[in-house]
Each structure stands twice: as C-alpha cells, then as structure tokens.
C-alpha cells in the first residue's frame, strides 16, 4: 500500500513539541558545522531517535547514469534481526524519486514472516537541492504504529537537515576543487614565468656577447675577448645547473630520482665540498669544525653534495662576505651537519615556505638570481636517505641549516673536538 503526502512547504516549527524542538535545534547545529557526513547522519540519529521511532534509516542518492543508489545505511532497532537488515526501503526511494513527493508505504509480510519485522512501515522524503530531487531519506519500522501526521512533519525536518548537510558538503568540495585548481593554475603561471626568466637571462648574456664578439665593424683586444668568452663560458655552465636542477625536480616529482648510497666518511665529504667550494670561489670563508669524529653513513656520495654545495652556494649568495661555519657531530645516534653564515638571515613568515618547490624569498628575489628549487631538491635527497633538514633564522644575525642523517657506524677515535682545515 502506498501513500503520498503532500508536497513539503517550507519548514514551520510553531507545531512542534518543546523536546522535539530541542531535537531539531541540535540537528541544525550540528549540520551548520558539519564537516564528516557519515558522523553528522550518525549524530542525527541519535538525536531524533528519543523523538521519532524508527528502526532503519537509509539515504538513497541518485546515481550518475540512472536510478538510486544507498549513500548511508543504518538498522538501529532494538533486537536487529537479518530480516530488520535487509529491509532498507528502496521501493519507497524510488517512489519518492518519481512522485517527487514524501511517500507513506506498508508492506505486509506477515504470512511469510510472522514476526514484528513482517509488517513493515516505511516513510521515504524526498531530498532535493535547486529544485531537483537527488535523493531519498527513507525510515523503516517494524510492527507499526503507522506514522501520524505530526511525525511525518518532524521527520521532514530532518530530510531538511540532512538536505543541508549534502549541500554543505557539495559545496565544500566544489570550493576545495576550485581551489585545487587555482593552486595549480598559479603554479603553473609561476613556473613559466620563473623558468622563462631564469632561462632567459643566462641565454641573453651568451646570445649578446656572442654577437658582440662577431661583429665585423669592431676588433676586440684580447682582454676583452676573454672576459666576453668566460661570461659566454660561466652563463653556458648555469644553463646547464638550471636545467639539471628542472630534470631533479621532475623526477622526483615523478618518484623516479635514484639513490645510490655506500659507506660514507662525513667528516671526509664535507672537507671534499669545502675545498672545491673555495676552489670556485676563493673568497668564500669556510671553516669545518668536527665535534664528533669517525662518522660513518650510509649515503649517496654525489646527491650528498649536492645538498651541501647548494647550501654553501645559497650562503655565498644570499649571505655575502659572512664567514660560513660548518659543523660535524652526533647526537643520539644520529650525525647532525649544520651549516650556519652570519647574513641577513630570513623573516619568520618565509622560514616556513623555503623547502617548497619554487619558494623564494620575495624580497631577495629581483636581486639574487635563482628558482626556488635548490632546498627543495635538498630536502627529498635527505629525506630519501631517511634524513630531515630543517633550517632556523634571525634577521640580522643568520641562518642555520640543520641536516640530520642515520648514523651507521662512529669510528673510534680519541680527539674529541677540532677544526679542521678546508
Ligand atoms: P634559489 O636560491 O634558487 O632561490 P633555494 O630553494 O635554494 O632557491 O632557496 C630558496 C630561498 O631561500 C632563496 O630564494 C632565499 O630567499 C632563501 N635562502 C636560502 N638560503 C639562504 C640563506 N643562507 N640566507 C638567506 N636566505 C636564504
């Protein structure tokens, strides 16, 4: 047998019991902060419940192709049995569906399942949202009474709400798609606009001196020829840093960056990279100080300087003329390498942001070539030696980076602390 009643109006709560109101005030609460839909329909029966028996609730939505589909099932009546389980209404959803309106069903089982769970009262509402049903709440008990009609007036409450708490959450995913996509929309802009400028530069030096050293109405002393050529040869050579550091970039980006690791000395690497960092740069400050000696780890010898060359490079580049400290010991088990310049240091709203792929520091941005891919690529090699960096800053005292890394081994070694020359 089935009923409809009519349409619903909008929601009038003058005819409401003082403790159904209650009920349907914590609902609204509830769905205006809901956020885990499974957990609001949930709290939603448990508040109505002392105010509306049911057995079964059930929210059918509409599927994508056609028809309905079960989106939340609960059988909370007391004595549940298989049959109570298998009884979830959706006659009723799609009568809703097709009538567009709260359909009032009995099915009547009794001669194949003489117990309570035989007759079976269902209330179905429709759920709609900009005027189309979506869906249906469907309320199942067993054994009657029939629903009256002040019940049914209240359980259109809670179709409301839980309406409300679907809206809610199409919309919170609509505005977190949005949003995802901007995002990814301004990266890409960044991306483009960063690469080309970066690539731009360098080719503009190479392309302008080398045009300049082909012309024909002038003759070049041979001072000048070289300076033009070592510009050519320098700006050739970060050319090819730069689109190194996009290919790292990409792959990791794509989990395919490879580690090769072995059985490293720290204390050996670190004075290895200082000695070529001065070697490029005669003016660097650099002083190796090895608090624990003997450390061994396991690691990758060429990402390993990578690292610390990038590190050592920032220093000189944002940090000029600072003296550069770096400093060798084991704590806990671990080797701790911190790389300390005495430079500007870097403001506490940027500190956060600096091993983001394609994080600058705005201001130094326009003065101070580079990417933002540097402490990025730095932080997935430590981390794929199950490292951690981390970096603290004061403006106009420095910046210290912090790199942690499994220790394998510590050889023994009698000196404790010393600074070693690089
Ligand atoms: P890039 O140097 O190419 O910009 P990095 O990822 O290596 O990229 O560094 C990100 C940003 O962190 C830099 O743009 C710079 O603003 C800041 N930074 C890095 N090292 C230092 C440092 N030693 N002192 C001050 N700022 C630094």
Same mark, same amino acid.
């Given at each position: 047998?089935?009923?409809?009643? =009519?349409?619903?109006?909008?929601?009038?709560?003058?005819?409401?019991?003082?403790?159904? %109101?209650?009920?349907?005030? !914590?609902?609204?609460?509830?769905?205006?902060?809901?956020?885990?839909?499974?957990?609001?329909?949930?709290?939603?029966?448990?508040?109505?419940?002392?105010?509306?028996?049911?057995?079964? *609730?059930?929210?059918?939505? #509409?599927?994508?192709?056609?028809?309905?589909?079960?989106?939340?099932?609960?059988?909370?009546?007391?004595?549940?049995?298989?049959?109570?389980?298998? !009884?979830?209404?959706?006659?009723?959803?799609?009568?809703?569906?097709?009538?567009?309106?709260?359909? $009032?069903?009995?099915?009547?089982?009794?001669?194949?399942?003489?117990?309570?769970?035989?007759?079976?009262?269902? %209330?179905? %509402?429709?759920? !709609?949202?900009?005027?189309?049903? *979506?869906?249906?709440?469907?309320?199942?008990?067993?054994?009657?009474?029939?629903?009256?009609?002040?019940?049914?007036?209240?359980?259109?409450?809670?179709?409301?709400?839980?309406?409300?708490?679907?809206? +809610?959450?199409?919309?919170? =995913?609509?505005?977190?798609?949005?949003? !995802?996509?901007?995002?990814?929309?301004?990266?890409?802009?960044?991306?483009?606009?960063?690469?080309?400028?970066? $690539?731009?530069?360098?080719?503009?030096?190479? #392309?302008?001196?080398?045009?300049?050293?082909?012309?024909?109405?002038?003759?070049?002393?041979?001072?000048?020829?070289?300076?033009?050529?070592?510009?050519?040869?320098?700006? &050739?050579?970060?050319? +090819?840093?730069?689109?190194?550091?996009? *290919?790292?970039?990409?792959?990791?980006?794509?989990?395919?960056?490879?580690?090769?690791?072995?059985?490293?000395?720290?204390?050996?690497? $670190?004075?290895?990279? &200082?000695?070529?960092? =001065?070697?490029?740069?005669?003016?660097?400050?650099?002083?190796? *100080?090895?608090?624990?000696?003997?450390?061994?780890?396991?690691?990758?010898?060429?990402?390993?300087?990578?690292?610390?060359?990038?590190?050592?490079? /920032?220093?000189?580049?944002? &940090?000029?003329?600072?003296?550069?400290?770096?400093?060798?010991?084991?704590?806990?088990?671990?080797?701790?390498?911190?790389?300390?310049?005495?430079?500007?240091?870097?403001?506490?709203?940027?500190?956060? /942001?600096?091993?983001?792929?394609?994080?600058?520091?705005?201001? =130094?941005?326009?003065?101070?070539?580079?990417?933002?891919?540097?402490?990025?690529?730095?932080?997935?090699?430590?981390?794929? +030696?199950?490292?951690?960096?981390?970096?603290?800053?004061?403006?106009?005292?420095?910046?210290?980076? %912090?790199?942690?890394?499994?220790?394998?081994?510590?050889?023994?070694?009698?000196?404790?602390?010393?600074?070693?020359?690089?």
């Amino acid at each position: 047998m089935v009923d409809e009643v =009519k349409q619903r109006d909008a929601i009038d709560t003058g005819t409401l019991r003082p403790q159904e %109101l209650e009920a349907v005030y !914590a609902i609204s609460r509830l769905v205006a902060r809901s956020i885990d839909t499974d957990h609001v329909l949930d709290e939603i029966i448990h508040l109505a419940r002392p105010v509306f028996i049911f057995d079964n *609730m059930v929210l059918y939505v #509409k599927r994508e192709e056609e028809g309905l589909e079960p989106r939340f099932a609960r059988a909370i009546g007391r004595g549940r049995t298989l049959e109570a389980e298998l !009884a979830w209404g959706e006659y009723t959803a799609n009568d809703v569906l097709s009538s567009r309106k709260t359909i $009032l069903r009995v099915e009547d089982l009794s001669q194949t399942d003489p117990k309570r769970t035989g007759l079976r009262y269902y %209330l179905g %509402l429709p759920i !709609a949202q900009s005027g189309e049903v *979506m869906g249906a709440l469907v309320f199942v008990r067993f054994g009657g009474p029939p629903y009256t009609s002040d019940q049914i007036h209240l359980a259109e409450f809670i179709a409301d709400h839980v309406q409300q708490v679907l809206e +809610h959450r199409q919309l919170v =995913k609509r505005v977190a798609d949005l949003e !995802a996509k901007r995002r990814l929309d301004d990266l890409q802009d960044d991306f483009v606009a960063t690469i080309s400028h970066e $690539l731009l530069t360098p080719l503009g030096f190479i #392309k302008g001196y080398a045009t300049t050293l082909l012309r024909e109405d002038t003759t070049w002393d041979e001072d000048s020829r070289k300076e033009f050529l070592t510009i050519i040869d320098e700006e &050739a050579d970060r050319l +090819h840093e730069l689109l190194d550091s996009l *290919m790292d970039s990409s792959r990791l980006q794509a989990g395919t960056l490879r580690i090769n690791t072995q059985p490293l000395r720290l204390e050996t690497l $670190l004075r290895d990279i &200082a000695l070529r960092a =001065k070697s490029r740069s005669e003016n660097l400050d650099i002083r190796l *100080m090895v608090k624990t000696p003997g450390l061994q780890i396991q690691g990758d010898p060429a990402r390993l300087a990578q690292v610390f060359e990038n590190l050592l490079s /920032n220093a000189a580049k944002y &940090a000029p003329n600072s003296p550069i400290t770096i400093l060798l010991e084991s704590e806990e088990g671990r080797a701790r390498i911190r790389v300390a310049d005495q430079g500007p240091g870097i403001s506490a709203e940027h500190v956060g /942001n600096l091993f983001k792929r394609f994080y600058r520091v705005p201001e =130094k941005s326009s003065v101070v070539r580079g990417t933002g891919l540097g402490l990025y690529i730095c932080r997935q090699i430590i981390e794929a +030696h199950q490292g951690k960096i981390s970096v603290t800053s004061t403006v106009g005292e420095g910046t210290t980076f %912090l790199i942690e890394l499994p220790c394998e081994h510590v050889q023994s070694d009698n000196s404790t602390s010393r600074e070693v020359p690089a």
